[in-house]
């Protein structure tokens, strides 16, 4: 064999290796995660089943919202596990349904269910929860910027039905959608919803970064507001109390200051004390963005409520939106080191000492509340507390109040920041406990004897609530994991009859 031969085969042969070699390498490499797509959808398309052409891994986990989670995950935020059980905020905090008296949710008010049912529930409540109108449209159907801009101010006012039927009839169940949090060609996070973009006007943080929008788009919703009020009690908007506030410090002394500030916000009255009052919802982000320890780690809601999981070869937020307790802490053990078990213990613990204070400052707020029942019923007789004094009492307890509402509405029951939270708490109580102090002073001056246990009659406010005849759930009442509120409010003195 000559050499030309002899190299055409070494070269052959070794061409046949290196084939041989690459190809080896190519079955036992895993598939490289593929790119998030950028196709654009069209704009103004309100249909999830279309953007989920694109973006199905996506979808499918949304879709999941309609699932019950597990149960048994969590110690105190329940309301829509597999258990099936429908759980009551006024059972689990009795006080809360003599505080609300006179208002909707002082007849059905429950731990909330998925994205997917944010318009069903809203059907299926108490009526009286929608008494606002249109107004209560704003963050639980994604076309209320459309119905904004074609009826202007009339559709915060309209009955909530008739509001309803404003949106297409295939729709009208629809809650949060894609449309809402994402820009249409880019698929980035964006705010959407005017209340928001109004909301950061007014704290001058009009241009947020990619990160922080992570957190935004859920602030649209997961936020306190002010429904105000024209002379007929008519909504005539939903505005978000952060006046005088700034990103990262939106604090309850604000939230109450924009409340107190004009009449108009002052959406009900309360029956027990005959005062007008504003109301405090489900302020996540409010407390949250208060410099909580995972805020100030530049930590997003995404990244807790939203992990990425692995779908094939793509990697996904998953859309199946709920607390990281249902799911095992997944999300926090893209941080954390520890075991699941270990970060439980921590969530229960803070949990734990955030439900004993938020009861405690609830129940002094209910006792500061009857004595004003008692001082109005004593000057109908002839026997008036002190002008002065009533009005200071007065302050102290709508101090009181708008704090205890604040924890109560707040969905992590204090863990997304225990420190804030528990300050609210310890303030609240100190607030009523000067109301009581007060009142008991004018009372006594009044010629009115006080006794030494208030009863709150909670029986009087728990039972037969609304159209459906709510009643008292004893098996949901939270008890005092450290059994110290049986010493300031006695089981007696709740007047709850079982």
Not at 159 to 167: L, N, Q
Not at 469 to 485: R, V
Request: hydrophobic share 35%; with cysteine; proline share 5%.
């Amino acid at each position: 064999m000559n050499l030309k031969k002899i190299l055409a085969a070494a070269a052959f042969l070794i061409m046949a290796g290196l084939i041989g070699i690459v190809f080896l390498i190519y079955i036992l490499t895993p598939p490289k995660a593929e790119p998030v797509k950028t196709n654009i959808i069209k704009p103004g398309d309100y249909e999830p089943k279309m953007w989920g052409v694109d973006y199905p891994h996506e979808y499918d986990t949304w879709q999941k919202t309609k699932e019950p989670r597990p149960a048994g995950k969590s110690k105190y935020k329940k309301g829509f596990d597999t258990d099936n059980i429908t759980y009551d905020k006024l059972s689990e905090f009795p006080y809360m349904a003599l505080l609300f008296n006179g208002w909707g949710f002082g007849i059905e008010y429950n731990e909330p269910r998925g994205h997917h049912y944010m318009l069903i529930d809203q059907s299926e409540i108490d009526q009286t929860r929608v008494k606002a109108g249109g107004a209560c449209l704003t963050c639980k159907s994604p076309y209320m910027n459309e119905l904004v801009k074609k009826y202007k101010s009339d559709i915060f006012k309209m009955p909530y039905m008739e509001a309803v039927s404003k949106i297409p009839e295939y729709h009208r169940t629809l809650g949060a959608a894609c449309i809402d949090c994402h820009d249409n060609t880019t698929l980035e996070p964006k705010v959407t919803k005017w209340t928001l973009k109004e909301g950061l006007a007014a704290i001058g943080h009009e241009n947020p970064t990619r990160q922080e929008l992570r957190t935004l788009v859920c602030a649209q919703c997961h936020v306190t507001y002010v429904i105000p009020k024209d002379g007929e009690m008519k909504s005539t908007n939903v505005v978000f109390p952060w006046k005088n506030g700034k990103f990262g410090d939106i604090s309850i002394e604000n939230i109450i200051k924009f409340i107190k500030s004009d009449p108009a916000n002052l959406e009900w009255k309360q029956s027990v004390t005959g005062f007008k009052l504003g109301f405090i919802r489900h302020p996540e982000f409010e407390l949250f963005s208060k410099g909580s320890v995972h805020f100030k780690a530049q930590a997003a809601c995404a990244d807790c409520h939203m992990p990425y999981k692995r779908v094939g070869a793509s990697k996904i937020s998953d859309h199946n939106i709920m607390s990281p307790l249902k799911d095992d802490l997944r999300a926090c053990l893209q941080c954390h080191a520890e075991t699941p078990e270990w970060l439980k213990e921590r969530v229960i613990a803070i949990q734990d000492r955030t439900m004993s204070l938020t009861s405690r400052a609830g129940y002094a707020t209910a006792k500061a509340a009857k004595l004003f029942e008692m001082a109005n019923k004593s000057a109908e007789t002839g026997k008036t507390v002190e002008t002065a004094l009533y009005q200071k009492a007065k302050d102290f307890y709508e101090e009181a109040f708008y704090r205890t509402t604040f924890l109560g509405a707040e969905n992590s029951l204090g863990f997304h920041n225990p420190q804030e939270a528990m300050r609210i708490a310890g303030d609240a109580v100190a607030f009523a406990g000067k109301a009581e102090s007060l009142l008991r002073q004018g009372l006594e001056k009044a010629g009115v004897t006080v006794p030494s246990e208030i009863n709150l009659e909670l029986s009087k406010y728990l039972s037969e609530r609304g159209t459906k005849k709510l009643n008292f759930k004893s098996e949901q009442e939270f008890n005092d994991p450290y059994g110290l509120e049986s010493i300031f409010t006695p089981p007696q003195s709740k007047g709850i009859i079982k």
